[in-house]
């Protein structure tokens, strides 16, 4: 999986905007939207979010995670924790790079929070690969991966898995096809 | 004006069981990511499949009598763009794996009952022929040139499968207990994998787990 | 970008690396005369093999001459899987330029231990244990995006085959976190058949 | 040694993983000729008494399965490179790639090219769905891109032509476009 797939699955989860425009309820195969009443928020998934940002008919809230004061205190307690600690969106580093990108101008002190983010991001990928070197030296047949977000257990792959499935191959002899030709002699 | 566009919420997909087309939206995105991720092929899930292609179809035609300046039809066209990506990413990735391991699957898909087998009737029939023009081609250009005792494609021999000794992340959609994973032994205390934990093991472990809905490849 | 299903190496019949691993050679005693193949001994002009020769096979040769029900030849572990051997990789495998042991040193070795040699478990041990070493190494280099030729031309074929998946994937998410992903891009097929089809027209 | 033209085309391959090198016919004739050499010794071998000479059949047996071997699995990857192309250039394959396969290996595209159609129109309960499209997942209805080659005209699904000419840009439905920019005839342009 790239990471235009996580982003497209990202893209799913909702945010709120406020709208300039009325209109009634929307019924998606995915769920029914609005209604739409200027200037008062409403839910949609980002990916529609971005589209009407993208042309002026919305204004973005960005999710109540996304300011300095939440994410320095996400960051202290990822840097206090020994473990992985949740984090606030299951797609924390997608949605924020999405909505920074079109909605900068409805986000207040993006600048900071880019910042801010970079460092959650960089101390949980320090964090990774001290679980993957472990992973590698014990050999673990099985990791627990609790509160990894999809595009951190994306940035581990397929190097990772695959790595680990030579590992096991070349512990448990030579996978399903013993492919050295057949040695039964027929005339 | 309906905004609806006049199609029904609620889908029958078999005679007792009555569900959301939401609901078949997401069977649709956990099959696509399991099969994305499974390294051999998993049923197929035709009634979803036909299901969504009635449903965009019919959207389709819907927003053809509108007028197009409506903001909801590119909010539909959108939707639409996104439903046919994972459709189109969910059978191209069977098809890719139908193409590889063809012998295989079409092997082991003999022996199950019909409405057990994995493989749709339009795959079956793309397997077969895949099948066939390959080993055509093998006896075309070499095998009938070779001597008597090396002539025949070998199948058993020749076949190739796919690793199930594969390394797959998942996340647990409902707790499995009891589980005892490959390369385990007898001293080892049997895992549980609780409600929505995440894990990283071997596929061949929990091969019928993910079969059977209760863990989701991520 | 490509979405083709992606898995992991494991040798079938037409995998090119096994066909290759196969043909690396090993030393090896006749131990049933063999009529009419002096041939395969290019140091003797001798119309037979006769026994007690010893002379160097490809390895899908020799295999299937040792399994026989009276064995033709007996097989002598290559060097850089002997005991000795063993224990300088043991010491610090990440330093060794496995490239010069041998390109296919992990596939060649598993394909040794099948000849139940009674060093069998432990060169499985040793190629487990190098790899294990080697591998932290090697996600460092992909992680950090090494290019230096001269590192990465000390890995073994499949340890180059990792780090090349892993490299590619570091690459794509770093351009992912600086740019996004929203670009559609001509096929790398497509792209390297225009431009070796631009080198022709220029020459 | 045996099995030396064998390994020769299995080399070949290996050198150059993203071309079809020309098929190699010559060799390929090698390849089969000495299998049937190692046969007809083998046979005379064992007409005369019984293990006469044991071991020289067995060395000939697996030089004949060894050469099997590296005949299949050089078709065998040269048709995987010729599906993906199937893929990536689309239904027609560029002449300069197409003069390096032999006939059989037309015809197996050929043949490729008509199952996979059938299988992509019956998809769906025969909606039909081409699915060497939507390769990437879908942003904007609209993209901007620019034309780097003349193409001519070029219809798109609701039936609209557009005249593609080298070097202008345009603002296309992102679906018809999908299948120019991978074939590197309309370069996807984001800012």
């Known amino acids: ?187 | 004006m309906d905004s609806s566009f006049g199609l029904d919420n609620e889908v029958a997909l078999s005679d007792d069981e009555t569900v959301t087309v939401q609901q078949v939206l997401e069977t649709l995105e956990n099959a696509w990511l399991n099969e994305k991720f499974s390294p051999e092929l998993l049923p197929h899930q035709t009634d979803i499949v036909d299901c969504m292609f009635e449903q965009i179809s019919g959207m389709e035609e819907n927003l053809e009598k509108v007028d197009q300046s409506d903001i909801r039809v590119e909010i539909h066209r959108m939707e639409l763009d996104r439903i046919r990506y994972v459709l189109s990413s969910f059978l191209r990735t069977r098809l890719e794996k139908i193409e590889e391991f063809c012998t295989h699957i079409i092997e082991e898909d003999s022996t199950r009952d019909p409405d057990e087998r994995y493989l749709s009737p339009g795959e079956k029939k793309f397997a077969e022929e895949f099948q066939n023009n390959i080993e055509q081609h093998f006896e075309r250009v070499a095998l009938r040139h070779m001597p008597l005792n090396v002539q025949k494609y070998d199948r058993q021999l020749m076949k190739v499968e796919p690793n199930l000794k594969s390394y797959v992340f998942l996340r647990a959609r409902s707790t499995a207990e009891g589980l005892m994973l490959e390369g385990m032994d007898d001293t080892d205390e049997p895992l549980t994998m609780v409600k929505d934990s995440q894990h990283m093991a071997l596929y061949s472990g929990v091969a019928s787990l993910v079969k059977n809905g209760t863990l989701q490849l991520i | 970008m490509e979405t083709r299903f992606k898995h992991s190496y494991c040798p079938n019949y037409f995998s090119l690396e096994d066909i290759l691993a196969t043909q690396e050679r090993v030393l090896c005693k006749v131990e049933k005369s063999v009529h009419g193949l002096g041939c395969l001994d290019q140091s003797t002009e001798n119309e037979d093999l006769v026994v007690g020769t010893t002379l160097q096979l490809p390895f899908w040769l020799a295999f299937p001459l040792s399994q026989t029900r009276v064995r033709v030849v007996s097989v002598e572990l290559p060097k850089i899987y002997k005991e000795a051997f063993r224990e300088v990789l043991t010491a610090d495998a990440s330093i060794v330029d496995l490239s010069k042991l041998g390109r296919y040193f992990y596939e060649f070795g598993s394909h040794l231990t099948k000849l139940n040699h009674r060093d069998s478990s432990a060169i499985n041990t040793m190629l487990m244990n190098a790899f294990k070493d080697r591998l932290r190494v090697l996600i460092d280099w992909a992680q950090n995006l090494c290019t230096d030729i001269s590192k990465v031309q000390r890995l073994d074929t499949l340890e180059k085959e990792l780090y090349l998946e892993g490299f590619k994937a570091r690459k794509e998410l770093i351009a992912w976190l600086s740019e996004g992903s929203s670009k559609m891009c001509a096929s790398e097929m497509v792209v390297n058949h225009k431009k070796r089809k631009r080198a022709v027209v220029d020459i | 040694m045996f099995g030396q033209k064998g390994l020769e085309l299995i080399k070949e391959l290996n050198r150059t993983p993203d071309v079809l090198p020309p098929f190699n016919d010559d060799v390929i004739r090698q390849v089969l000729e000495e299998m049937n050499a190692l046969f007809e010794q083998n046979r005379m071998d064992l007409d005369k008494e019984k293990d006469a000479n044991y071991a020289g059949v067995h060395v000939r047996h697996a030089s004949l399965e060894r050469n099997r071997r590296c005949l299949l699995a050089y078709l065998y990857n040269r048709i995987n490179k010729i599906r993906q192309m199937r893929w990536e250039f689309g239904s027609i394959i560029p002449p300069e790639i197409k003069y390096n396969m032999c006939e059989p290996e037309v015809q197996w595209f050929n043949n490729y090219n008509k199952i996979l159609a059938t299988y992509m129109r019956g998809i769906g309960n025969k909606h039909g769905l081409n699915l060497t499209l939507d390769r990437q997942p879908p942003k904007e209805l609209y993209i901007e891109v620019r034309c780097l080659e003349d193409y001519g005209e070029y219809e798109m699904d609701n039936g609209d032509v557009v005249t593609l000419r080298k070097g202008n840009m345009y603002l296309l439905p992102r679906g018809p476009c999908e299948q120019l920019i991978r074939q590197g005839i309309l370069q996807h342009i984001t800012d």
């Open chain 1, 1 to 187: 999986m790239n990471s235009a797939e996580t982003e497209f699955i990202a893209e799913k989860e909702l945010v709120s905007i406020v709208p300039n425009f009325n209109y009634e309820v929307i019924y998606l195969i995915s769920g029914d939207i609005g209604p739409f009443r200027a200037g008062l928020p409403v839910k949609v998934p980002i990916w529609l979010a971005m589209s009407l940002k993208r042309r002026q008919k919305c204004r973005i809230v960005p999710p109540r995670w996304m300011n300095v004061e939440d994410l320095e205190e996400v960051k202290k307690q990822e840097l206090n924790e020994r473990f992985f600690t949740k984090m606030p969106s299951e797609h924390y580093m997608v949605e924020a790079h999405l909505l920074l990108s079109v909605a900068a101008d409805d986000i207040p002190r993006c600048e900071q929070i880019r910042t801010i983010l970079k460092d959650i991001w960089d101390i949980r990928m320090s964090k990774l690969r001290s679980s993957v070197d472990q992973i590698i030296k014990t050999n673990a047949i099985h990791a627990r991966l609790d509160h990894l977000t999809l595009m951190e257990i994306n940035s581990i792959r397929p190097l990772l898995p695959h790595a680990l499935d030579q590992l096991f191959r070349l512990q448990n002899g030579r996978g399903p096809s013993q492919a050295s030709g057949s040695q039964a002699f027929t005339q």
